[in-house]
């Protein structure tokens, strides 16, 4: 049985990822809270000893420390035999849909949010430059959602478990109420959150927050 850590922060949606993949497959993992928030990722200490790239999440594997979340889940899939498509064209959607969460929803929201509920003062042009993209890719993942239970067939996928990273937080930390503004994401949030064994982000990622400089 392979042991597990995760290096985390709480409010990280690609730690969230992992988290709950393992969760889903059954897997226990140490959680390793990392003081995001204090800079050590920063540090060479901690690039020379944990990630180079400066990121987290780390996922340690007896030892082994295995970094970005995607290339991750896919290991994940693979070894599990579970979430990774069960054809070549649902295979081929998982990738097409990574890549495209990577690039566009994960990496735009993951920055707004973060600007936008864990900093003091956001610049304001910044925010609304990233609101105009993300809404773009929501609206994109809505009307994808709403034609289909799930992003890359009839079940839930690893191409689920990254697109609704960061969308499971509490709305006011993005400033999103998905329920009214996209209710297709909505409805899909709600098929994820009822597959066996999913928990929510901040049930599956303990320990000390970042100050959130938004209100309920």
């Keep these: 049985m392979v042991g597990y850590r995760l290096h985390y922060f709480p409010e990280s949606g690609n730690s969230y990822k992992l ?3 393992l969760t889903l497959c059954g897997q226990a993992f140490e959680p390793v809270w990392t003081d995001f928030g204090g800079g050590v ?3 060479p200490q901690w690039r020379a000893t ?12 007896d030892g082994r420390r295995l970094t970005q979340t995607a290339p991750i889940l896919l290991k994940l899939a693979d070894r599990y035999g579970r979430f990774g498509g069960r054809n ?12 495209w969460d990577n690039h566009k929803l994960t990496g735009y929201m993951a920055t707004y949010r973060f600007q936008r509920a864990f900093t003091p003062s956001p610049d304001a042009a910044v925010l609304d430059f990233f609101r105009r993209r993300i809404d773009d890719f929501l609206g994109i993942l809505d009307r994808h959602v709403g034609g289909r239970p799930f992003v890359a067939g009839d ?3 690893i191409a689920d478990v990254s697109m609704s990273g960061y969308l499971c937080f509490p709305k006011h930390e993005a400033g999103y109420d998905l329920a009214v503004s996209h209710p297709a994401i909505a ?3 709600a098929r994820l959150a009822a ?5 929510g982000p901040y049930d599956l990622l303990p320990g000390k927050r970042l100050h959130c400089y938004v209100s309920d």
């Design 88 to 99: 070549d064209q649902e295979r081929f959607e998982i990738l097409r849909w990574l890549f």
């Design 50 to 61: 944990v990630n180079p790239m400066g990121e987290i999440p780390v996922l340690e594997e």
């Design 19 to 21: 988290a709950l993949m």
């Design 187 to 189: 409805a899909w949030l």
């Design 195 to 199: 597959v066996p064994g999913w928990r």
């Design 155 to 157: 079940g839930p996928t």
């Design 41 to 43: 990722t920063r540090t």
